[in-house]
């Protein structure tokens, strides 16, 4: 079992449109959660950082369930910008307290005039 | 913000021939780097964990004989891929934080497209 799972997609929506990721995670230790974007043959830029109580950017919500070990993403009234590949990414303590970025394989994410 | 430089940014080589890239944070020191290794429309994999002035921790899988990692200052991390083969042609990429557990963040390089001809 991948320890980032995520739906690859794509998704494809029109300009305006409301459009949702989930990702869930293996490993109880994770300690903490992202979303990054990446743009074709790019690097990682952070999205934002995911809350158990949930945090808003702008268009962007993210929540957290601990429990359930589940990350969403919500876009709101989507741009064109927002055409990327959307990573989920949880953050692990390995031995000697050292964190570790995992990533998701991703979820491309197309707007359409 | 924090910058970190990777270079070179792109690299063919001859199948055989080793190949190093380099990873600066610019503006601040960096305790902990990572290399990561993407596959065309596959996730990042973390190849190792490098702490300044350690040997690096690799991950399962990951052949450090093959992927020499050294990190001798807290603003240099370098990756060299010896005796590439057309099979290691891939994205690399490194990511710097400023301590173990990544307070204040983790900054990525723009990444090493590595091609073995």
């Known amino acids: 079992r991948k320890e980032v799972e995520q739906d690859p997609g794509p998704f494809n929506v029109p300009e305006g449109a409301t459009v949702a990721f989930n990702c869930t995670y293996s490993n109880s230790a994770s300690q903490s959660f992202f979303w990054y974007r990446q743009d074709c043959r790019k690097e990682p830029k952070l999205l934002m950082s995911?809350?158990?109580s949930g945090n808003e950017d702008g268009r962007f919500t993210a929540q957290l369930n601990r429990a359930s070990q589940y990350i969403s993403l919500l876009i709101r009234d989507s741009k064109l910008s927002d055409s990327t590949t959307y990573l989920c990414?949880?953050?692990?303590f390995g031995s000697g307290n050292t964190g570790k970025l995992i990533f998701g394989q991703g979820t491309t994410l197309q707007v359409k005039p | 913000g924090a910058v970190v430089s990777q270079h070179p940014s792109r690299v063919i080589c001859k199948s055989g021939t080793s190949v190093k890239i380099e990873c600066r944070s610019l503006d601040f020191q960096a305790t902990t780097m990572f290399w990561y290794r993407q596959f065309p429309k596959k996730s990042l994999m973390l190849m190792a964990t490098s702490n300044e002035g350690s040997k690096a921790t690799y991950e399962q899988g990951v052949e450090k004989d093959k992927f020499l990692i050294n990190h001798a200052s807290l603003t240099l991390s370098t990756l060299t891929v010896t005796s590439a083969h057309p099979e290691d042609s891939s994205f690399y990429i490194c990511?710097?934080?400023?301590?173990?557990?990544?307070?204040?963040?983790?900054?990525f390089g723009s990444g090493t497209r590595l091609t073995v001809v």
């Open positions: 995911v809350y158990s």
């Open positions: 990511s710097a934080s400023r301590t173990p557990q990544g307070a204040g963040g983790y900054t």
């Open positions: 990414v949880v953050n692990i």
